[in-house]
């Protein structure tokens, strides 16, 4: 049936797509592309790029202010954006980023990708963890149903919010096709442009403290000190709320010098450094789901991962995994990838099979099935 559909679509940034915002971005041109029958208003917050208009029928809207501090969200989702669905009057609003109207008749599914907030509120600023407690057990509540991006976080959701599973749908996340294996030449060839030839560990996301950087920096100053082999270590990702205990910890590091900060790259540059890195360090403290570790696995690169919330669900045993806390279990996994060729060969080729279960397509079928749910069950639908 031909609907009308409501999108906020704030977080689709050009070259600044974050875990969210890839979820956008990737479920949306897909749904949009396979219901040309359906209408989308896509909701901006500021100017937006032509590249995220996916077909004709999309009509996209700017709302001003630009929400990017918790008192313009409060303006922006509470003020603006159901003045807005009042004059659309669309048949469903759908919010990505898990933020919701609360005051609007219109039915809405949020996804609610993990609830880090509640469980590590010290790795947010104070008006940001101040916002997240106050609203997203509203949001939970308000939504007609709720999607989110894996088995660990439907149940986390379900028991921190009182929830019921039964109205939470798991969407898991996928992989661009972007990311390939690179051929040995172009891997050499990357290395010399950004390592000066050495091989190299990587983490890819912001610098935050959910994220364990200075664990791994730590992981890799006992490493180096056990294999003097010059690898380095590349951190891709952007600077972000508690870069100063990054940075003092960096600063009194022997092997500093060989931490490599590229700070926000764009994809086709990730994607090269991530094919040719040894391994992917993906050591956080807490993930809903954890983007990376599928798309290392489609580079053939091995993942070394925290045995903690989502990361086994994904990665299952297509990971060596290591307590978060422990630098010292994080550098005998970086030396054991490192030193030894049948271990590294292993993971990958588990990666390759894991990898298969996951796809953006799988992720977007699930979540139409999810707008439908909320369509059908909605007394006040009718058809365009």
């Known amino acids: 049936m031909p609907y009308r559909i409501a999108v906020n679509t704030r977080l689709l940034l050009p070259e600044k797509l974050d875990g969210t915002g890839i979820f956008t971005f990737e479920t949306l041109k897909r749904i949009v592309a396979w219901h040309p029958e359906c209408e989308f208003w896509f909701l901006f917050d500021r100017p937006f790029h032509k590249e995220f208009l996916f077909g004709p029928n999309i009509k996209p809207v700017v709302l001003p202010p630009p929400a990017r501090h918790p008192v ?14 009042r004059r659309i009057k669309p048949h469903l609003f759908f919010s990505p980023d898990g933020f919701l109207p609360l005051h609007t008749a219109t039915p809405c599914l949020p996804v609610i990708h993990d609830l880090n907030f509640e469980h590590r509120p010290q790795d947010l600023p104070f008006l940001t963890r101040t916002f997240y407690h106050h609203f997203f057990p509203r949001f939970a509540r308000k939504a007609a149903r709720i999607v989110t991006v894996s088995e660990y976080s439907r149940t986390d959701i379900s028991r921190t919010y009182t929830i019921p599973e039964d109205k939470i749908d798991v969407c898991y996340n996928g992989a661009s096709d972007r990311f390939v294996p690179l051929p040995p030449d172009e891997q050499i060839r990357v290395q010399r442009i950004y390592t000066g030839g050495s091989p190299y560990f990587i983490i890819v996301g912001s610098l935050h403290p959910r994220k364990n950087i200075v664990t791994a920096l730590k992981a890799y100053e006992l490493f180096r000190r056990e294999n003097p082999s010059g690898i380095k270590l590349v951190l891709a990702g952007p600077a972000w709320f508690g870069k100063k205990e990054i940075f003092h910890t960096w600063k009194k590091m022997q092997y500093r010098t060989d931490v490599i900060f590229t700070g926000r790259i764009p994809a086709e540059t990730l994607h090269q450094l991530l094919a040719s890195s040894v391994a992917l360090l993906c050591i956080s403290h807490f993930e809903g789901f954890g983007i990376p570790l599928l798309e290392a696995m489609h580079c053939d690169v091995p993942v070394i991962a925290s045995r903690v919330t989502s990361l086994p669900e994904v990665a299952a045993d297509a990971a060596l995994y290591v307590d978060p806390d422990d630098p010292a279990s994080v550098a005998r996994a970086m030396g054991a990838i490192y030193a030894d060729d049948m271990l590294r060969k292993n993971i990958i080729e588990k990666g390759r099979m894991r ?18 749910m909320v369509l059908r069950n909605s007394d006040d639908t009718t058809a365009l």
């Open 355 to 372: 990898r298969s279960v996951f796809s953006w397509d799988r992720t977007a079928s699930l979540l139409w099935q999810s707008m439908e």
């Open 72 to 85: 313009l969200w409060h303006i922006w989702f509470q003020w603006m954006l159901p003045l807005a669905l």
